[in-house]
């Protein structure tokens, strides 16, 4: 699977200087990405929470990951987020269909789980905190708003984002 992680910056210090204009400005972002993304394959799968987007898509898919990291970064750029950091990572994610996903007569969309321990969504996971701690030391090679690309990734999948191609690659496994 390919994992996107992206997560706006500075979200929570708008919601404490205003907190209906980031509420407002948060869900359309949301809805912006949902509404323009295509449907995924399964087991593929979009997530909108609070500032964060968080997609799973099958590498048999690459055109559907370039689309949705696509319409993520248009829709943070037309609701006015111009800091931002994403990651995009590859790998197995081992998935539990029983405790993973809501089924059943009487499903209560109350209760799901959202199982982000594999691998690649770990490693996601870390650049964003690693990427926050070169940034307070002043030492990000790339500072935001960035798109990180693990390196195994193929970066052909990008060619139509330019932006997101700068020549280099993160190794997110060391």
């Not at 964060?52 to 048999?60: D, F, I, R, Y």
């Not at 990291?69 to 037309?78: K, M």
């Not at 931002?84 to 059943?104: E, M």
């Amino acid at each position: 699977m390919f994992i996107f992680y992206f997560d706006i910056i500075g979200a929570t210090a708008e919601f404490l200087r205003d907190p209906v204009q980031a509420l407002t400005r948060l869900e359309e972002f949301q809805c912006l990405v949902r509404e323009r993304t295509v449907t995924l394959a399964p087991p593929g799968r979009l997530i909108t929470f609070s500032d964060n987007v968080l997609a799973s898509v099958a590498q048999t898919d690459p055109d559907a990951l370039a689309d949705i990291v696509h319409h993520t970064l248009n829709a943070a750029d037309e609701c006015g987020y111009g800091k931002y950091f994403g990651a995009v990572t590859a790998g197995v994610v081992n998935h539990d269909v029983n405790n993973d996903l809501i089924h059943g007569t009487g499903a209560s969309i109350t209760k799901e789980h959202i199982t982000m321990l594999s691998d690649p969504y770990l490693r996601a996971a870390v650049a964003e905190k690693w990427s926050g701690d070169l940034a307070r030391e002043n030492r990000l090679p790339h500072p935001p708003p960035s798109i990180w690309v693990s390196e195994e990734v193929p970066m052909i999948q990008f060619a139509s984002l330019g932006g997101l191609q700068s020549g280099k690659q993160f190794d997110l496994k060391q």
